[in-house]
Nanobody
Framework: QVQLVESGGGLVQAGGSLRLSCVAS????????MGWFRQAPGKVREFVAA????????YYADSVKGRFTVSRDNAKNTVYLQMNSLKPEDTAVYYC????????????????WGQGTQVTVSS
């Protein structure tokens, strides 16, 4: 049974940083792309960042490029989203997702989802 468990969300002031973690279990993810999405109240879930479990291919939404970094720790089966220079508009529930090798920014390309972790950025 595939499980993705996010953690690390919280309340932070604008300009601050948070690091989200996503622990993956239940299968081998070496041929997967791991994505981060977010959903703000009343808005659709949107792509944030992604990287392939193997190799260095990474993808970022324009809104977070230069501020967010997605990385992984193979030994811990964990993917991270380092978020710096946070803005109030980054406030959302952040979701980790696992998709196929060619997955990138589309939600439909991801088969497995975590339960989400709340990030709130105060102004």
């Amino acid at each position: 049974q595939v499980q993705l468990v996010e953690s690390g969300g919280g309340l932070v002031q604008a300009g601050g940083s948070l690091r989200l973690s996503c622990v993956a279990s239940g299968r081998t993810f070496s041929s997967s792309t791991m994505g981060w999405f977010r959903q703000a109240p009343g808005k659709v879930r949107e792509f944030v960042a992604a990287r392939r479990w193997s190799g260095d291919n990474t993808y970022y939404a324009d809104s977070v490029k230069g501020r967010f970094t997605v990385s992984r720790d193979n030994a811990k089966n964990t993917v991270y989203l380092q978020m710096n220079s946070l803005k109030p508009e980054d406030t959302a529930v952040y979701y980790c997702a696992a998709g196929g090798w060619s997955a990138s920014f589309q939600k439909s390309q991801y088969d497995y989802w975590g339960q989400g972790t709340q990030v709130t950025v105060s102004s």
